[in-house]
């Protein structure tokens, strides 16, 4: 039977390369920056539609409404949802975290216009598989977000919980803030946005919302070592495309 710790031992060699990528060392500049914040953008806002899958099968997003599922995993996803869909920018206004990471990028004069233009399609009508077809962007991107947006749009809750807790696990805040800061020294001012952002993911995720995520699985997955077993590949291999974006990345640098 799979359990948390089996997980975690799994996962554990995945998560241990991406801390360990060199890519990390590669951002030494704010140049460095500018074309990792380029490239990162996609996969802060395919994050959101992990996110928003896991509410339409966890919570009632239909009228009228009944209680669905369990109340601890509608929390953690409401929560969730609040925090990535409405927070606030650096002036206090409300804004979601793809909004603010725009932003940032704007100050520090990344180029927002791959991943503008690929939203404004799907805005526009475009489906998604058409809009990622014809974007003018790298194909290790459109893979990365052709893996993130297939499993939220097909796949049931604990494969999406499994991707969402642990193969999307944040590891950026923690490993980039100390870089930006001592960029910041610098160039003052062009990465206040950005270290806002990060420190708010910091703050949002706390003690909390890690807890709830796991006990979230534990409803999902219950007995069922089919659910365990599926949720732990599908979480493998979000890991394995963020290492292979992190390896795109640093090979631009």
Sequence with gaps: MI???SIDRDLSPFKAKLLAHPLYTKLNSIEAI???????????WDFMSLVKALQQKLTCTQLPWVPVGSPSSRRLINEIVWGEESDVDTSGKPASHYELYLQAMEEIGADTTP?????RAIQNGT???EAVNHAQIPDEIKT????????ATNAPAHIVGGVFTYGREDLIPDLFIAIVRGLANQQKGSVDTLLYYLERHIELDGDEHGPMALQMMEELCSESSKNWEEATDFAQQALEHRIRLWDFIAAQL
């Design 144 to 151: 990365f977000v052709r893996f993130t947006l297939s499993t």
């Design 127 to 129: 489906p998604w598989e």
């Design 34 to 44: 500018q074309v990792f914040m380029t490239y990162h953008a996609f996969a802060v």
């Design 115 to 119: 991943i503008v233009s690929l939203v």
């Design 3 to 5: 359990t948390a710790t």
